[in-house]
C-alpha cells in the first residue's frame, strides 16, 4: 500500500512541477523521509527500503536520476534540487565582529590599569581646590601659573588616546588574522573536489556543488561529501569512527549495509552511490547544526551531547570548551599545579615565549610596586615629617593629586616592563610567512607547523611523487620468455598471450584510472587515477591497443567481484563471470607477491608451461632484481580460470582464490627522479637534516632510486632495511616494540623499502621517542595516501601531497604541498628557520629598552620624585618597540644563509649568550647617555634642569632631550637588531625589506612631530637644531658602539646566562605528554592574570577554524589512525591486528548500553592491554592516568566512555 501511495504522489509530482506551490511534489520522496532513513542504521535502514520503496533502484526512481547515466546536469533541475533539498554547504561559525575583538583587548590587565589611573587622573584634574591657604599644604602647587589647571586634563586624555590607538591595533590584527584564516579555509575547501556523473560523463565537481540525486563514484581514500546510499560497491570498507567512535571499518554492501555517510572515510575498494542527503541535512550537518547552536551555552551544549553522545565526535565536543581545565571539572587545584607547565610540546617557541613572557612580566611588576611604594613613602615622610605639616582637610585633593601622579608612573614602568609586543611579533612573523609560503606552494594548516619546521631534524619522505615526478611509464617487460629492454612491437608478441595482456589490464586496472589527451597541444597526455594503473594503460597504447573498448564491452557494472588493492594485498584481482559458466581471475601487483602464487607461466608459443620454484628465482635474478636495481617498480600480471562444472569457489576466501596463477608478464614501471630533488637534499643534509626515504616498493628500487638523488652515497656507513626486516629487528622474543631496539637502528638508517604504514608509524614514533641524541628528534614527514595518516598524525609537522593526496592525509597533516615538491620541503624548513631568527632579532630590540626604560623610570622616580619618561612618552616608545618594531623585525625575508647552521633544537634558548651580550652591551650604553643627560644635561647644553618640577608644570627642555635622545637611540639600535649571530654587517640586505625601511622612517618622522608639535600632552617643548644634531649623533652612537660589542667574543663572557629555555623534559608530568591534542596553552592561566592576552588569538583561532572544519575534515584530531584507535601501544604490539578485524561489526548506535553488556569484538581481541578500549586517549583529550584505570573496562561506545569524551 505504501509503495503505491508513494508513487502516486511522483506522479501527482509531475503535474504539479509546473505549479511551484508544491515544492517537494516534485520528487517521490520527501526531505523528511530521506532525513529518517538516514537516521536508521545497517539492517533498519536494508528493511525500511524493502518496505517502502523496493530496492535502491526505486529510490533513483523517485529522485528522478539514473543509477548509470546519473542527473542530466541540466541547471533548472539542479537548482530545483537545491531548493527542495538545500545545498552541500554547511555555514561556518559567525567570524567574531570587530566590536567583539575590540572588547577583547579591552580585557587586558595591563590597559585596564592605565584606564583607571587615567580616568582617575582626569576627574582630579577638574578638581580646583578652595581658595583656601596654599602654604598649608606644603610645597605642593609652587608655580602652579594661571591657566595650568586647565590644561592638567591633557595627560589623562593622552593616556586614553593611546589605549584606544593599542586597542585597535590589537584588535585589527586579531580580525586580519582571522580573515587570512577563512580564507585559506575556503580556498582549501574550494579545492576539494569529487567525481559524479552526469548525463552519462563522469566529471569532476566541487564538493559544494553535489546535490541530492547525484550518481557519486567513491573510492579509496575519499572522505565522504554527503549522504548517500550504496547502488554498487567492490569490497567497500569504511571508517566510521569520526561519527560513531567505533574504530572498526564497516562493510558496505547491497545486501546488508547500504547507507554511506558524510564525513566517513573510505579505507578500501570502490563503488557508486545515490546523493541522498546534502549540506545541513547530512549527518555530520545535522551534529553541526547542533554544535553551532550550543555555541554561547556551554551547559545546554553539554546535555545535548550527552544525548548525542554516540553521534558527536568526541574531538569536536571537546574543541568547543578549550578553557575548560584539562580533565574537565573546574579543577581549580589542578589548574594551579599545572599553570606552570607548558601544554605539550607541540610549538617550541610559544611554549619558550610564554615562559619568557611571564618572567619578565613578573619582574615588571615587582619594579613597578616599588617605584610607587618609594615614591608614596618619599612624599609621604617629607611632607608629613619633614616638614611637619599636619594633614588639612582642604589639602586632601592636592595629596590625591600626587599620590594619582605616583600610581601613574608606576604604571608606565609596568607598561614598559612588559613585553607585550612579543606575542604580537609571533603572529605577524608566522601570519606573514604563511601568506609568503602560499607562494613557494606550501598550503599552512596549523600555523605552529611552520615554525616548528625551522627545528626539524629528520624529514621521512615518500618516494613515488615526492622524490620522483609520479608519472609512471612502462619501459622494460619479460613477456614470453623474453626480457625487452624497451616496450616491443605488438607483432612480436603472440596474439593469444596480447588479448589475456589487453584483457587483464583494462578490467583489472580501477575504472576511475585513465588516460586523457594533454590540455595543451604537444604536452603530454594526462593521466588521471593511480599513477601505476595508468602506466599499465599506457602500455596497452603504446601496443596499439585501446583499453576503452574493453571497457565498454565489460562495464563496471559487470565485474563479478573485486578485491581491491590495499596497503596490506599489494595487489588487485578483479574476477569475470563468462557466458557458460566459467570465471576466470586477472591479477597484478608487486612482483615477488603474485610470482610466488604463480605455479604456471605463459611460454614463447603462448602455451602456458610449469612454473617452479627453480624458474620463479631464475627470473628474479634474471629480469626482476636487474630491472630494480635500474630504480624500475616491477609489476607482475597473472590470471587464472575456474572451469565451468566444478562448483563455484568460496570467494569471501581469498587466499584459496588468488592462487596457482599462470604469469603473464613482469613489467618494469619507471618514475623519474625530479630534477630539482638532488640539490635539495644536498642542502637538508648541509642543513643538519637527515632525510630517510620510506616506500612501498622493493629494496632494489629503492636502493637505486635514494642513491640517484643523493641520500644514499657510495661508500658512507647506512643501512637499507625492508619492512619485515625492520620488523624483526626492532621488536623482542614476545613481538613488542622495544625502543633500545629501535635506537640501534635508526641512526644509521637511510632506506625503508616494502614498508607497510604501520612500518612508517614506528618509525617516525621510535626517533621521536629516541633518547640517543642530546636534542630531541623533530620529524617532518611527507605521505599522500590514507594510510599515511597515523604517521602524519604523529610526526611534529606532516607534510600531504596537494595533487597526488587523499583527503584523509591532506586532514592528518599540518602542511599541504600544493605542488607535490620535495623542494618545497626546504622552502618550508627556511621559512621556519626565519620565523625563529625573527623572534630572536625582536627580543633582543626590546629587552634592550626594557632594561633601559625601566631602569630609568625607577631610578629617575626615586632620585626625582618624577619620572623622566612621562607617562605619554612611555606609550609611545611602548608603541616603536612593541608593535612597531615587531612589524619591522618579523617581517625580515629569508635568505639561504639560514640552510647553513644546523638546527636550533628544542632545548636551545631563545637568547643567546651573543644576544645577551648584544642587550646587556646596548643597555649600558644607553644607560650611560640618559643619565649622563638626566644629571648633567641642564650644564651641558646651557639650559633649565627639569628635575624636581613642581605639579602641571610646564614641559622642560631637558627632559625633552632626554625623551628625543631615548627615542633615537632605540631606533638606531633598531637596526643593530636585525642581526643576532654577532655579524659585523647590520646593513646587509636592508633595502629587500621594504617594511622595516618604512616603519624606520616613518618613526622618526613622527618622533620629529612629536617633540617640535608635541607640547604639552606629550609633555614636549620644541628643540634647536643644534640640541637635534646631538641627539641624533648620541643615537648614532649605538651603530658604533654595536661594532665594538661584537668585537668582544662571547666566548670570554662565560658568566653571561641565556634566557628563555624551552621546558625540559623532564618538568612535564607523563599525561601532559598524550597524543596531540590542540588545546588553549596552559601558562595562559597564569597569563591571564597577567599579561599576555594576546597569546590567546593565535590559539583560540585555531580552535575555531579546527571546530568549523570539525565534521568536514570529520575531526582526525587524536587520530593515530583508526586502526591505532586502541592504544599505540597495542597497535605495535599486534600488527596483524587490522587484517583480522575486517569481518563486519556493525555499530549498535542508538543501543549504547548493549555494549557493555555484549563484549564487543574489540574487547575480545587479543592482546591484553589496560587501555585497549580507550579511545580517549587519541580523541583529543588527555585523562590522566588513574583515569585510564577506571576506564579499563569501559568500551567505546559505552557511557562512561560518553561521560569521559563529553568531559
Not at 587464472?640 to 608478464?665: H, K, Q, S
Request: aromatic letters at 6%; proline letters at 5%; a negative charge.
Amino acid at each position: 500500500m505504501g509503495d503505491m501511495a508513494n508513487n502516486s504522489v511522483a506522479y501527482g509530482g509531475v503535474k504539479n512541477s509546473l505549479r511551484e506551490a508544491n515544492h517537494d511534489g516534485d520528487f517521490g520522496i520527501t526531505l523528511a523521509e530521506l532525513r529518517a532513513l538516514m537516521e536508521l542504521r545497517s539492517t533498519d535502514a536494508l528493511r525500511k527500503i524493502q518496505e517502502s520503496y523496493g530496492d535502491v533502484y526505486g529510490i533513483c526512481s523517485k529522485l528522478k536520476t539514473s543509477p548509470n547515466e546519473g542527473l542530466s546536469g541540466n541547471p533548472a533541475d539542479l537548482e530545483r534540487r537545491e531548493a527542495v533539498f538545500g545545498k552541500n554547504f554547511i555555514p561556518p561559525k559567525k567570524p567574531k565582529t570587530f566590536l567583539q575583538l575590540v572588547w577583547e583587548a579591552l580585557q587586558d590587565v595591563t590597559l585596564i590599569i592605565l584606564e583607571i589611573a587615567a580616568i582617575v587622573s582626569l576627574g582630579l584634574s577638574f578638581y580646583q581646590p578652595p581658595e583656601g591657604d596654599n602654604a598649608l599644604c606644603g610645597e605642593v602647587s609652587v608655580g602652579e601659573e594661571e591657566g595650568e589647571g586647565e590644561t592638567g586634563w591633557i595627560e589623562g586624555a593622552a593616556i586614553l588616546l593611546s589605549v584606544v590607538c593599542v586597542v585597535l591595533v590589537t584588535a585589527f590584527n586579531d580580525w586580519s588574522k582571522e580573515k587570512q584564516f577563512r580564507g585559506l579555509q575556503s580556498r582549501i575547501e574550494q579545492e576539494q573536489k569529487f567525481t559524479v556523473i552526469r548525463g552519462g560523463q563522469v566529471i569532476q565537481i566541487p564538493v559544494a556543488d553535489i546535490t541530492v540525486g547525484d550518481i557519486a563514484q567513491v573510492k579509496y581514500g575519499d572522505l565522504l561529501p554527503a549522504d548517500g546510499i550504496l547502488i554498487q560497491g567492490n569490497d567497500l570498507k569504511i571508517d566510521e569512527s569520526s561519527l560513531t567512535g567505533e574504530s572498526d571499518h564497516v562493510k558496505k554492501s547491497l545486501d546488508k549495509d547500504p547507507l554511506l555517510l558524510s564525513g566517513t572515510h573510505v579505507m578500501e575498494g570502490s563503488g557508486r552511490m545515490v546523493v541522498t542527503a546534502v549540506g545541513v541535512n547530512s549527518q555530520t550537518g545535522i551534529i553541526f547544526t547542533l554544535l553551532g547552536a550550543g555555541g554561547e551555552e556551554e551547559e545546554k551544549k553539554d546535555e545535548k551531547k550527552k544525548e548525542k553522545k554516540t553521534k558527536a565526535q568526541d574531538g569536536a565536543a571537546m574543541e568547543m570548551q578549550p578553557l575548560k581545565s584539562e580533565e574537565g571539572g573546574d579543577g581549580d587545584e589542578k589548574d594551579k599545579k599545572k599553570a606552570n607547565l607548558p601544554k605539550k610540546e607541540k610549538s617550541v617557541l610559544q611554549g619558550k615565549l610564554t615562559k619568557l613572557a611571564v618572567q619578565i612580566g613578573k619582574a615588571g611588576l615587582l619594579m613597578s610596586a616599588i617605584t610607587v611604594i618609594i615614591l608614596v613613602l618619599y612624599f609621604v615622610i617629607d611632607t608629613f615629617w619633614v616638614q611637619k605639616r599636619p594633614w588639612l582637610a582642604e589639602c586632601t585633593p592636592i595629596y590625591i593629586q600626587y599620590f594619582v601622579k605616583f600610581f601613574i608612573i608606576g604604571v608606565t614602568v609596568l607598561v614598559v616592563a612588559v613585553p607585550e609586543g612579543l606575542p604580537l611579533a609571533v603572529t605577524i612573523s608566522l601570519a606573514y610567512s604563511v601568506k609568503k609560503m602560499m607562494k613557494d606552494n606550501n598550503l599552512v594548516r596549523h600555523l605552529d607547523a611552520c615554525e616548528t619546521m625551522g627545528n626539524a631534524t629528520a624529514i621521512c619522505s615518500d618516494k613515488t611523487g615526492t622524490l620522483t615526478m609520479n608519472r609512471m611509464t612502462v619501459v622494460q617487460a619479460y613477456i614470453n620468455e623474453k626480457h625487452y629492454k624497451k616496450v616491443p612491437e605488438p607483432e612480436a608478441i603472440p596474439p593469444n598471450i596480447l588479448s589475456y595482456l589487453v584483457t587483464g589490464i583494462s578490467v583489472n586496472c580501477a575504472y576511475t584510472s585513465k588516460i586523457l589527451p594533454p590540455e595543451k597541444e604537444g604536452g603530454l597526455p594526462r593521466h588521471v587515477g593511480n599513477k601505476t594503473e595508468c602506466a599499465l594503460l599506457g602500455l596497452l597504447l603504446d601496443l596499439k591497443r585501446d583499453y576503452q573498448d574493453v571497457r565498454n564491452e565489460i562495464p563496471e557494472e559487470a565485474l563479478y567481484k573485486v578485491y581491491t588493492f590495499n596497503s596490506v594485498r599489494k595487489s588487485m584481482s578483479t574476477v569475470l563471470k563468462n557466458s557458460d559458466g566459467s570465471y576466470r581471475i586477472f591479477s597484478k601487483g608487486a612482483s615477488e607477491i603474485i610470482l610466488k602464487k604463480c605455479f604456471k607461466i605463459l611460454s614463447a608459443n603462448g602455451e602456458a608451461k610449469v612454473f617452479r620454484p627453480r624458474d620463479r628465482d631464475d627470473i628474479v635474478k634474471t629480469v626482476i632484481e636487474p630491472m630494480a636495481s635500474e630504480g624500475l617498480r616491477t609489476i607482475c600480471l597473472a590470471f587464472r580460470d575456474f572451469p565451468a562444472g566444478e562448483p563455484e569457489p568460496e570467494w569471501d576466501n581469498e587466499n584459496d582464490i588468488v592462487t596457482g596463477l599462470t604469469c603473464i608478464a613482469v613489467v618494469g614501471i619507471e618514475d623519474p627522479v625530479r630534477p630539482e630533488v638532488p640539490d635539495a637534499i644536498k642542502k637538508c643534509q648541509r642543513a643538519g637534516i637527515t632525510v630517510r626515504m620510506v616506500t612501498g616498493d622493493n629494496i632494489n628500487t629503492a636502493r637505486a632510486i635514494a642513491t640517484k638523488c643523493g641520500i644514499l652515497h657510495p661508500g658512507e656507513d647506512f643501512l637499507c632495511l625492508e619492512g619485515k626486516d625492520f620488523n624483526r629487528r626492532i621488536r623482542n622474543e614476545k613481538g613488542e616494540i622495544e625502543q633500545e631496539r629501535i635506537d640501534k637502528i635508526w641512526p644509521k638508517l637511510r632506506v625503508l623499502a616494502r614498508s607497510s604504514p604501520t612500518d612508517k608509524h614506528t618509525l617516525v614514533k621510535g626517533i621521536i621517542d629516541s633518547t640517543v641524541s642530546e636534542q630531541r628528534q623533530v620529524v617532518a614527514v611527507t605521505g599522500d595516501g590514507t594510510n599515511d595518516g597515523p604517521a602524519l598524525k604523529k610526526a611534529d609537522v606532516g607534510f600531504a601531497m596537494g595533487i597526488a593526496g587523499t583527503d584523509v592525509a591532506k586532514e592528518a597533516s599540518d602542511i599541504i604541498l600544493t605542488d607535490d615538491n620535495f623542494t618545497s620541503i626546504v622552502k618550508a624548513v627556511m621559512w621556519g628557520r626565519n620565523v625563529y631568527d625573527s623572534i630572536s632579532k625582536f627580543l633582543q630590540f626590546q629587552l634592550t629598552v626594557n632594561v633601559v626604560a625601566v631602569i630609568v623610570a625607577f631610578t629617575g622616580a626615586c632620585i626625582t620624585q618624577d619620572s623622566p619618561l612621562k607617562a605619554v612618552q612611555m606609550l609611545w616608545v611602548n608603541l616603536i618597540m612593541d608593535t612597531l618594531a615587531s612589524l619591522a623585525l618579523a617581517t625580515e625575508p629569508p635568505t639561504e644563509s639560514l640552510l647553513l647552521r644546523k638546527p636550533y633544537g628544542r632545548n636551545k634558548p631563545l637568547i643567546s649568550r651573543t644576544m645577551m651580550k648584544n642587550i646587556l652591551g646596548h643597555a649600558f650604553y644607553q644607560l650611560v647617555v640618559v643619565f649622563t643627560l638626566l644629571f648633567a644635561g641642564e650644564k651641558f647644553f646651557d639650559i633649565d634642569s627639569g628635575r624636581n618640577a613642581p605639579l602641571h608644570a610646564p614641559p622642560s627642555e631637558h627632559y625633552t632631550i632626554v625623551f628625543n635622545t631615548f627615542v633615537l637611540m632605540q631606533l638606531f639600535n633598531e637596526i643593530n637588531a636585525r642581526k643576532i649571530h654577532g655579524e659585523r654587517n647590520v646593513f646587509e640586505g636592508i633595502f629587500n625589506n621594504a617594511i622595516f625601511c618604512t616603519i624606520v622612517l616613518g618613526t622618526f618622522v613622527v618622533q620629529i612631530i612629536i617633540v617640535q608639535f608635541g607640547g604639552k600632552p606629550f609633555s614636549c617643548s620644541e628643540l634647536s637644531i643644534e640640541q637635534w644634531l646631538w641627539s641624533i649623533f648620541l643615537g648614532m652612537g649605538t651603530l658604533l658602539w654595536g661594532q665594538l660589542i661584537s668585537t668582544i667574543p662571547t666566548s670570554r663572557l662565560k658568566f653571561l646566562k641565556e634566557a628563555g629555555h624551552g621546558t625540559q623534559k623532564e618538568e612535564i608530568p607523563e599525561e601532559e605528554l598524550a597524543e596531540d591534542v590542540e588545546e588553549i596553552d596552559h601558562a595562559e592561566r597564569e597569563l591571564r592574570r597577567g599579561q599576555i592576552l594576546w597569546f590567546r588569538g593565535l590559539n583560540r583561532i585555531q580552535t575555531q577554524i579546527r571546530v568549523v572544519n570539525a565534521f568536514r575534515s570529520s575531526l582526525y584530531e587524536g587520530l593515530e589512525k583508526p586502526e591505532s584507535r586502541s592504544s599505540i601501544h597495542n597497535f605495535m604490539t599486534h600488527p596483524e591486528f587490522r587484517i583480522e578485524d575486517s569481518e563486519p561489526h556493525i555499530p549498535l548506535i542508538d543501543d549504547t548500553d548493549a555494549e557493555d553488556d555484549a563484549p564487543t569484538k574489540r574487547n575480545s581481541s587479543p592482546p591484553p592491554s589496560p587501555n585497549k578500549n580507550n579511545n580517549a586517549v587519541d580523541s583529543g583529550i588527555h585523562l590522566t592516568i588513574e583515569m585510564n584505570k577506571s576506564a579499563t573496562s569501559s568500551s567505546p561506545g559505552s557511557p562512561l566512555h560518553s561521560l569521559e569524551t563529553s568531559l
